[in-house]
């Protein structure tokens, strides 16, 4: 499983590396999906981002056992907003920082 993981962050990073204008990537990100099963668990995967140097994560969710994980570890995060709540949060500065203090902050 660890391998699969392993060769899907690999094909990320070699057409990152291919499309870039210089040659190189300067920041590597992926995206850290948990609709799946047999998951890592949250450390595991935050210590095979930081052997791949990948520098950059966008969740689709906010995982509270992924957030606590990436905390501090030198990874930049984006947390998107559920589909479901993006009426509210676009006509409610209040909501949408509620959101943010009740999902991300913790």
């Not at 291919?18 to 995206?31: I, R, Y």
């Not at 992924?66 to 990874?75: Q, T, V």
């Not at 949060?89 to 203090?101: H, I, Q």
Request: glycine fraction near 10%; charge should be positive.
């Amino acid at each position: 499983m660890a391998l699969t993981h392993l060769l899907l962050v690999g094909a990320a990073l070699l057409s990152l590396i291919f499309f870039s204008g210089s040659g190189q990537a300067g920041e590597v990100g992926v995206c850290y999906g948990m609709m799946a099963s047999h998951l890592m668990q949250p450390p595991a995967v935050v210590q095979l981002l930081k052997n791949n140097g990948i520098t950059n994560v966008r969740m689709y969710n906010a995982d509270a056992g992924a957030l606590r994980a990436l905390a501090n570890m030198g990874i930049k995060v984006g947390v998107s907003l559920p589909n479901q709540n993006l009426v509210e949060a676009a006509s409610s500065m209040s909501y949408a920082v509620k959101w943010v203090k009740n999902n991300v902050v913790g």
